[in-house]
């Protein structure tokens, strides 16, 4: 009888501690979404640079971290702006900055990530409009005449 009772025990023990490592598990989860959650949802021009640096390492874009070591958020935003008017020349300055800098190779891949995490986060505060680009565009290509 002694026997089962410890089986008893030692089922009910288990079950407990299934239930407990369940639960943290679930919190663990719910407390990693919710950090993800704040860096989308707060304004990146608010970022200070330790927050950048946490976006990079969470959006797997650690191997950009040397090019953009003290940068801001509200810097961030100018940069990706700087990107999305002249996409190449940005990546051949990036590229070359990494590899002089830092003898690192900046993939096009990378580059692409980067453009594409950064949009997420950018494209709500970024002050960049239809009419700066239109005059940009203006100014820098030929009219069809």
Known sequence: MQSKSKYIRFSITNDLFRMIADSVKEEAQIDNNEVEEKINMENVLNWNESVVRDFFMRKNLSELLPL?????????????????????????????????????????????????????VCDDVSPLNTSIYRKYLEEYLPDDE
């Open 68 to 120: 953009f070591n003290g940068i801001n958020g509200k810097e961030l935003v100018n940069l990706y702006e700087m990107c999305m008017m002249s996409s190449v020349s940005m990546y051949r300055s990036l590229k070359s900055e990494l590899f002089t800098v830092h003898d690192k190779v900046l993939s096009i891949s990378a580059y692409l990530h980067f453009i594409d995490r950064l949009r997420s």
